[in-house]
């Protein structure tokens, strides 16, 4: 799921991304909230906070929510710049890059609160984003613009464009593919909300406070790790049917 790009990829392959990644947003976007009451996994909300903030004069807040939305942005120029340096490079899989960052920053933040006192959730939250932007940017250039998986709000537009299409086969007539992008937001809309729900359990009852963070880490790991020896898999079955 991490290795094939654009017009390689299939259905199957955007679903396993989609389902990964989303799970990841949900539970980062739900711990951040939860530690912080902010934010973590868009900039949206926060480009109007930054704008009320300048227009009420506090230019120190608003300094704050500027650092918000371009902590995002940095993240999202690393992991393009990352894949596009890299992409020459045929024994490289190039989206494994930025997805070891965002796994480390994820670790980082966990385990060092239970070490050290939060003393600047403004920092943590500015990596959050950061770690955000670098997921965005990766699966949008991995999967052709065709999955998103750290905001909801393009998703529901454009899962209601779509529905609104199926009523209009004539104009509309490739209905295969128009399940199947339906079928996507649909997956990713019920993997993000299943990541919050797991992400409020693990920080509030389990009590795991930032370490549910961890968990997010482990998840992306463990995916890249099943998507390589998936691969080395496939190559060896096909190397032995060649032979025989």
């Not at 992306?220 to 390589?228: A, K």
Request: net charge positive; with cysteine.
């Amino acid at each position: 799921m991490f290795r094939h790009q654009g017009k390689s990829r299939t259905l199957k392959h955007n679903l396993q991304i989609a389902t990964v990644l989303s799970l990841v947003a949900g539970v980062v976007n739900v711990t951040g909230f939860l530690a912080f009451k902010q934010l973590t996994t868009n900039v949206t909300g926060h480009f109007a906070l930054f704008i009320n903030d300048v227009a009420d004069l506090k230019f120190w807040r608003g300094l704050v929510y500027f650092l918000y939305i371009f902590s995002f942005l940095i993240g999202s120029f690393l992991s393009s710049f990352l894949i596009d340096n890299f992409k020459g490079n045929k024994r490289l899989n190039i989206f494994v890059l930025p997805t070891i960052i965002e796994s480390l920053i994820l670790l980082a933040i966990g385990l060092t609160t239970n070490i050290v006192a939060v003393k600047s959730p403004d920092l943590i939250i500015c990596l959050l984003l950061f770690a955000m932007g670098l997921q965005n940017s990766f699966v949008t250039k991995i999967s052709d613009a065709v999955v998103r998986t750290t905001h909801l709000t393009g998703l529901f537009t454009d899962l209601g464009i779509d529905i609104s299409h199926l009523f209009f086969p004539k104009m509309y007539p490739e209905r295969t593919k128009l399940r199947a992008n339906i079928k996507l937001r649909i997956y990713i809309i019920l993997f993000f909300f299943a990541g919050g729900l797991i992400g409020g359990f693990m920080y509030s009852t389990l009590n795991w406070q930032l370490n549910t963070l961890v968990f997010a880490a482990v998840v992306l790991i463990l995916s890249l790790f099943y998507d390589d020896m998936r691969y080395h898999l496939i190559k060896r079955i096909r190397r032995y049917n060649q032979r025989h």
